[in-house]
């Protein structure tokens, strides 16, 4: 079960991700479209966003800014999923606003910090899936 510490969750993710997800949690809404991102964002004003980095990429950089110049998102937390560390890049993404970083091997080892705040967040089954369809 995923515990309630944010109240509206946004998972932007590829649509093979199941959406059984979006469908047993109420708070979790789930986005294919990048398209459809910002539309969404204003609707459900989430707490926090979670991004598949292979999925958004090429339009992550743009997306991260946009939200973090406008000041009705200023508590709005970024998660990034990503299948490997990368120095730079990742360096670029905190620069730019976002606030976690999530890796297949943090999720094998339960005693890192960055899964205790995961965690908190969302249940090991909804980023198990998220790795699933990542590679």
Not at 50 to 72: C, G, S, T, W
Not at 108 to 116: G, K, L, P
């Amino acid at each position: 079960m995923i515990r309630q510490r944010f109240k509206r969750v946004l998972l932007v993710a590829p649509d093979n991700s199941p959406r059984r997800l979006a469908a047993e949690y109420q708070y979790v809404k789930h986005v294919a479209e990048t398209s459809k991102l910002f539309p969404t964002i204003f609707d459900m004003k989430p707490d926090l966003i979670l991004f598949d980095y292979a999925h958004v990429n090429k339009d992550i950089e743009q997306m991260v800014r946009r939200i973090r110049v406008n000041p009705f998102y200023k508590k709005t937390k970024i998660c990034c999923y990503k299948l490997r560390a990368h120095t730079a890049t990742d360096e670029f993404l905190k620069a730019i606003g976002v606030n976690y970083f999530v890796y297949p091997e943090d999720l094998a080892t339960e005693s890192t910090e960055q899964v205790n705040i995961f965690t908190a967040i969302l249940d090991a089954s909804l980023m198990r899936v998220l790795a699933k369809v990542a590679q």
